[in-house]
């Protein structure tokens, strides 16, 4: 019965202390200059290591490092932790399509593709405008999926922020490819 009851405490214990390094939330937002692109992602435990991009046009063939990550903590009763990763590649060619992904020794994102921004003219800007998408009753969420291949959630901090982390995981497979820009809304001022 001590053997059962010691097992039952090892389990319990390894299950409260894992771990997760793996990159969640990714999602690009266009940089200062045209030339550059910013992607951002979150791990769940601190890394301990260094946070990298690598990227390319036909290959992976470009890294660029970043030593630190940014702790959040929610402001809920838990005081739960995240950390934020960011990393600004510089020097892109416009209107080139690159591959990337994101992370480091402890886990890798998949692989992502974004189009950089012309410089020409000749090129006409498509983009979409909507508020207040929640995470429950996301109705724009299709449409926006099928426009990205061809006031973001309000209350986040719900759920000691996990309601915003499952949304940011929500929107990744289209923010992860079309950069988007968000401005605050009346919510951010409650």
């Excluded at 894992?18 to 951002?40: D, I, K, R």
């Excluded at 950089?116 to 998408?133: E, I, K, Q, V």
């Excluded at 959630?153 to 923010?175: L, S």
Aim: charged share 15%; proline share 5%; with cysteine.
């Amino acid at each position: 019965m001590e053997v059962i009851v010691c097992l039952l405490a090892l389990v319990l214990s390894a299950c409260e202390a894992q771990v997760f390094f793996q990159p969640e939330q990714v999602h690009l937002a266009y940089g200062a200059q045209p030339s550059y692109m910013v992607v951002t992602w979150v791990t769940l435990n601190h890394t301990n290591t260094p946070s990298y991009v690598e990227y390319g046009i036909d290959s992976l063939s470009w890294v660029v490092k970043n030593s630190g990550q940014k702790e959040f903590v929610d402001g809920g009763n838990e005081t739960r932790s995240i950390f934020i990763h960011s990393i600004t590649m510089t020097h892109l060619k416009p209107g080139e399509r690159y591959m990337y992904h994101v992370g480091g020794p402890l886990g890798w994102s998949d692989i992502f593709y974004f189009r950089t921004m012309p410089t020409n003219t000749d090129f006409s800007a498509r983009f979409a405008l909507y508020g207040d998408m929640g995470n429950e009753n996301a109705v724009a969420l299709s449409s926006l999926q099928e426009l990205a291949q061809r006031d973001f959630a309000y209350d986040m901090d719900t759920d000691n922020a996990r309601y915003g982390d499952i949304f940011m995981n929500q929107i990744q497979p289209i923010a992860a490819y079309v950069p988007y820009m968000v401005c605050p809304g009346n919510h951010e001022a409650a």
